[in-house]
């Protein structure tokens, strides 16, 4: 049973998840001009990359790219729909917010699985 909210609402409730972030941390990101983005759902590039539908989002680092040698910039997704899917309650859906935000920032500052803690969903 999945837990909808609108773009805004789901854009306040990742702004909000980005603000829990220490500010050092942050000022080393917007240096950096990481881009954090929502998207509804997973690209057809997604899924050729093997985002499926228990994916949250993910960290699109620019030398690690698997989509193109030119350079994505860096870049945080948050899969809305996806995590709406795995939500039901307004509760829950900001913890998932939270956690995929704190979690793809860990991928950014160069932490892989064996570091970060809960692996859970996310990619
Ligand atoms: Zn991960």
């Known amino acids: 049973m999945a837990y909808h909210v609108s773009a805004d609402e ?3 409730i990742a702004a909000e998840a ?9 000022a080393q990101m917007d240096a950096d001009n990481l881009l954090i983005t929502i998207q509804q759902d997973a ?7 093997g985002i499926d ?26 899969l809305q729909h996806h995590i709406e899917r795995w939500s039901r309650t307004r509760e829950e859906l900001v913890d998932q917010v939270h956690d995929t935000v704190l979690h793809e920032v860990a991928h950014y500052f160069g932490m892989n699985h064996n570091d970060i803690e809960q692996t859970r969903l996310h990619h």
């Open 10 to 12: 789901f854009e306040r």
């Open 18 to 26: 980005l603000e829990s972030i220490p500010p050092a941390l942050r």
């Open 43 to 49: 690209t057809e590039d997604d899924r050729g990359g």
């Open 53 to 78: 539908q228990r994916v949250l989002g993910y960290f699109q680092g620019s030398s690690e790219s698997t989509f193109s040698a030119t350079g994505y910039p860096k870049r945080i997704v948050l």
